[in-house]
């Protein structure tokens, strides 16, 4: 078991749809997408710890059948494909939690190996807030490999916060019943 950062953030004003490096454009979920998308996440976290604890990051057609299995949580917007001439560059996909409708998560985020480094990642967790903010949430959540420094603290720089030191550690095999009573009692009030 990895551990990992629960990393919250509040939307304090409506998010800009972020600038895409020239010639990218972004497409958001129709169904359509869900192989496309399965294959750019499944590529990006390829050799990743999380690819490790998750199935559906090391298998593009079980991520698929995921994403098109939990439809009806995704947020539709926020959930899709940065493409440059033909080539897929990047991929996010931005869920609500059943138990927790407040607040937004972003699932994963994956850039193409070949495309990172151009601020891709930035574009792809702005897309994840404006979208978020667009279905009318105020709080976006995401979970960081505690190890992985470099990247906790990219999204410390983005205004994620730990939700609380008890909880730096959260055990995958053991969240979502933790991760909704803490957040719910320590950034909702609930
Ligand atoms: C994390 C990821 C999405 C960043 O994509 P990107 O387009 O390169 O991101 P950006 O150019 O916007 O840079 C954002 C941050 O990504 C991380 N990053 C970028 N290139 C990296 C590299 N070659 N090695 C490690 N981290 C890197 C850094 O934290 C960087 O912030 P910093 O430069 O301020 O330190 C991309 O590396 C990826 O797809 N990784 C595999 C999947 C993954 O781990 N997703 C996040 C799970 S929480």
Not at 87 to 113: C, F, K, Q, R
Request: charged share 25%.
């Amino acid at each position: 078991m990895r551990p990992r950062l629960l990393k919250v953030k509040s939307l304090p004003a409506a998010p800009e749809f972020p600038a895409l490096p020239p010639g990218a454009a972004w497409s958001g979920w129709p169904e359509s997408l869900a192989e496309e998308i399965a294959r750019a996440t499944v590529e990006a976290y390829r050799g990743s710890p999380d690819a490790v604890i998750w199935r559906e990051l090391q298998d593009a057609a079980a991520c698929a059948a995921w994403l098109r299995g939990h439809r009806d949580h995704l947020i539709a917007a926020g959930t899709g494909v940065v493409r440059r001439e033909g080539e897929t560059l990047a991929a996010v996909v931005t869920v609500l939690d059943p138990h927790m409708p407040e607040v937004a998560e972003i699932l994963s985020i994956a850039v193409n190996p070949e495309a990172r480094g151009l601020r891709l990642g930035d574009a792809l967790i702005r897309i994840s807030e404006w979208s978020a903010w667009q279905a009318g949430i105020r709080m976006v959540k995401l979970l960081v490999d505690a190890r992985n420094e470099r990247l906790a603290s990219w999204y410390q720089r983005l205004g994620y916060v730990t939700v609380d030191e008890k909880w730096i550690r959260v055990q995958a095999d053991s969240l979502p019943r933790r991760v909704v009573r803490a957040v719910r009692r320590r950034l909702l009030g609930k």
